[in-house]
């Protein structure tokens, strides 16, 4: 098995693809290795010092590490974790533990404009995203704000607040009148 790895814009994150399907579908974010105890793939992981936190994608895992470690001692070992991950033959989720990566529902009045703002994101914002090891979910719609939930390598990043700001907020802005602002959400 041959698995490559991806630089991000988040110096403390790497993606790494293995070649194979990760998720059949949706996403998995584990921020702290205590989030992880429903993954088999992630517990590996976080099992080698200095991984702070894992997240999955349909075909790559993005690993996030502690400053004070240098990628040069711990690729090595990630990399070996998510080899014997898929020579076990393990699932990267176990059981009714499903992988999330939807958006949160809305209803209501702006029903029609959050539906809007979810086929953008789907259409035109998550495919770039995830080709940075990340991804961007629709948290919420208040007054012509809406909030994104950032994930793996865009949760941390120093260019993720530029991303939202110049990027995400003037798509949705250029689509959608109603919408004036962007914010990030935990």
């Given amino acids: 098995m041959f698995i490559q790895t991806e630089t991000t814009p988040n110096p403390a994150t790497l993606k790494f693809l293995p070649g194979d399907v990760v998720l059949a579908s949706g996403t998995a ?7 992880a105890a429903k993954s088999p793939l992630a517990r590996r992981i976080f ?35 998510i080899m014997e991950h898929f020579q076990s033959g393990a699932q990267a989720v176990e059981g009714d533990a499903v992988a999330a990566g ?20 789907d ?27 950032m994930q793996g390598a865009c949760a ?19 689509y959608i009148p109603e919408v004036i602002e962007v914010r990030p959400v935990a």
């Avoid at 010092?49 to 240098?70: A, C, H, I, N, W």
């Avoid at 939807?102 to 994101?121: C, P, Y």
């Avoid at 120093?158 to 802005?173: A, C, D, H, Q, V």
Wanted: with cysteine.
């Fill in 156 to 174: 941390g990043c120093p260019s993720s607040t530029l991303t939202l700001k110049m990027g995400i907020e003037n798509l949705l802005r250029h």
């Fill in 102 to 121: 939807g958006h949160a529902s809305h209803d209501g009045e702006d029903a029609e404009i959050v539906g809007q703002i979810k086929e953008l994101l």
């Fill in 29 to 35: 974010d584990f921020p702290e290795a205590e989030s």
């Fill in 47 to 81: 099992a080698v010092e200095g991984v702070t936190g894992v997240f999955l994608g349909r075909d790559f895992v993005t690993v996030t590490k502690s400053d004070e470690t240098p990628w040069d001692h711990l690729k090595p070992s990630v990399l070996g974790a």
């Fill in 123 to 149: 259409t035109r914002v998550r495919p770039a995203v995830a080709q940075d090891g990340g991804d961007i979910t629709f948290h919420g719609f208040d007054r012509g704000i809406v909030y994104l939930h």
